[in-house]
T-cell receptor, first 112, second 114 residues
Framework: SQQGEEDPQALSIQEGENATMNCSYK?????LQWYRQNSGRGLVHLIL?????REKHSGRLRVTLDTSKKSSSLLITASRAADTASYFC????????????FGTGTRLTIIP | DAGVIQSPRHEVTEMGQEVTLRCKPI?????LFWYRQTMMRGLELLIY????????DSGMPEDRFSAKMPNASFSTLKIQPSEPRDSAVYFC????????????FGPGTRLTVL
C-alpha cells in the first residue's frame, strides 16, 4: 500500500485564499518532498524537507514536518488560478535508497 | 537540457499486442524510475535503475512487463501481451541520486489497450 495519504482528497478555494494540504505516512523517513501535477502532465518537484527539519519556506509555499506524528503539511499562500493542480507528498528512506513512495494526492481547485 | 523525454506520448493498441514505451533521462542522472498512474491505484513505482542496473523491480505487476536500460541515455518498458487493465499513464523520471533526491518527470505516455 502507499506510504502517504493526503488529506483532503479535494479542495476548492477562492483565488487569494490560503490552501492547506496534509500528508501522513507510516514509517520513519529520511526526506519528504511535495510535487505538483497539472492535468495531463508529469509531476514537478516543489520543495523538500529533511527529517531533522520542522519547517521550510519557498516563495508562497510553506512546508511543515512533524516526525512524531508522521505528518506534513503544505501551505500555499495567496493562491492563484495557476495553482490549480494535484499535489502529492513523497517520502524516501535514505541510506542509499532513492525510491520515493507517493501519497494519494490532493486535487486543488482555485476559483477565480 | 530538454528534460526527461518519453515516447510515444499516446499509444492506442489492441489487447494482445506488444507495447514498447521509451525514455531518455536527463544527462548525468544515475537513477531512472518507471511509474504507472491510474485513478484507482494512484502513482505506483514499477522499477528503478541505478547506473543502468535494475535495483528494485518489486512493483512490476506481472511477467508481461519487462524493462531494460541498455545505456545511460535510454530505457524501455515493454508489455507483452498487453491487456485492457494495463491502460494507464506511464511516467519515467530520473535523478542524480544525491541526498537531495529530487526526481524529474517526463510528460508521460498515455496507454489505452482496447
Amino acid at each position: 500500500s502507499q506510504q502517504g495519504e493526503e488529506d483532503p482528497q479535494a479542495l476548492s478555494i477562492q483565488e487569494g485564499e490560503n490552501a492547506t494540504m496534509n500528508c501522513s505516512y507510516k514509517t520513519s523517513i529520511n526526506n519528504l518532498q511535495w510535487y505538483r501535477q497539472n492535468s495531463g502532465r508529469g509531476l514537478v518537484h516543489l520543495i523538500l524537507i529533511r527529517s531533522n527539519e520542522r519547517e521550510k519556506h519557498s516563495g508562497r509555499l510553506r512546508v511543515t514536518l512533524d516526525t512524531s506524528k508522521k505528518s506534513s503539511s503544505l501551505l500555499i499562500t495567496a493562491s492563484r488560478a495557476a495553482d490549480t493542480a494535484s499535489y502529492f507528498c513523497a517520502t524516501d528512506l535514505g541510506f542509499g535508497n532513492e525510491k520515493l513512495t507517493f501519497g494519494t494526492g490532493t486535487r486543488l481547485t482555485i476559483i477565480p | 537540457d530538454a528534460g526527461v523525454i518519453q515516447s510515444p506520448r499516446h499509444e492506442v493498441t489492441e489487447m494482445g499486442q506488444e507495447v514498447t514505451l521509451r525514455c531518455k533521462p536527463i544527462s548525468g542522472h544515475d537513477y531512472l524510475f518507471w511509474y504507472r498512474q491510474t485513478m484507482m491505484r494512484g502513482l505506483e513505482l514499477l522499477i528503478y535503475f541505478n547506473n543502468n542496473v535494475p535495483i528494485d523491480d518489486s512493483g512490476m505487476p506481472e511477467d508481461r512487463f519487462s524493462a531494460k536500460m541498455p545505456n545511460a541515455s535510454f530505457s524501455t518498458l515493454k508489455i507483452q501481451p498487453s491487456e485492457p487493465r494495463d491502460s494507464a499513464v506511464y511516467f519515467c523520471a530520473s535523478t542524480t541520486g544525491t541526498d537531495n533526491n529530487e526526481q524529474f518527470f517526463g510528460p508521460g505516455t498515455r496507454l489505452t489497450v482496447l
